[in-house]
């Protein structure tokens, strides 16, 4: 009996505990990830904001923000709203497969775009 209830007070303590590391850990990660997936350069995306996988990417100061383009066209990570760019940011052309990161050095929100297919958004979120 005491076996069991061991057993059930370690489930219960686990099932708490892993999404609480989960959740530090993300918010404490150095390197986050987002994907560009495969048919965002075709309108659509943007009604489920899923241009950019997550659309919205939250990270500490010092964090490197890495997008990789999954799709099979060429894209940007260009900082800035309603396809005008900022200038905190921009990738140049990402080819297929390939990746573009960025170290932000401080807090904020920052928006981006893609400058070929400006339908695709997403926003990175920088706290401190």
Do not use: R
């Amino acid at each position: 009996m005491k076996l069991l209830a061991s057993l059930i007070i370690i489930f219960f303590a686990t099932s708490i505990a892993s999404p609480l590391f989960a959740q530090v850990y993300a918010q404490t990660a150095k390197e986050v990830k987002v994907s560009i997936p495969k048919g965002t350069a075709s309108p659509g995306c943007e009604v489920k904001k899923a241009c950019y996988k997550p659309y919205e990417t939250k990270a500490k100061v010092g964090s490197k923000v890495t997008w990789k383009n999954d799709d099979t066209s060429t894209h940007t990570v260009t900082s800035g709203k309603k396809a005008t760019p900022d200038k905190q940011f921009d990738s140049g052309i990402i080819m297929p497969g390939k990746s573009y990161s960025n170290t932000f050095k401080k807090a904020g929100t920052f928006d981006y775009f893609c400058m070929a297919h400006p339908w695709m958004t997403g926003k990175v979120v920088i706290s401190k």
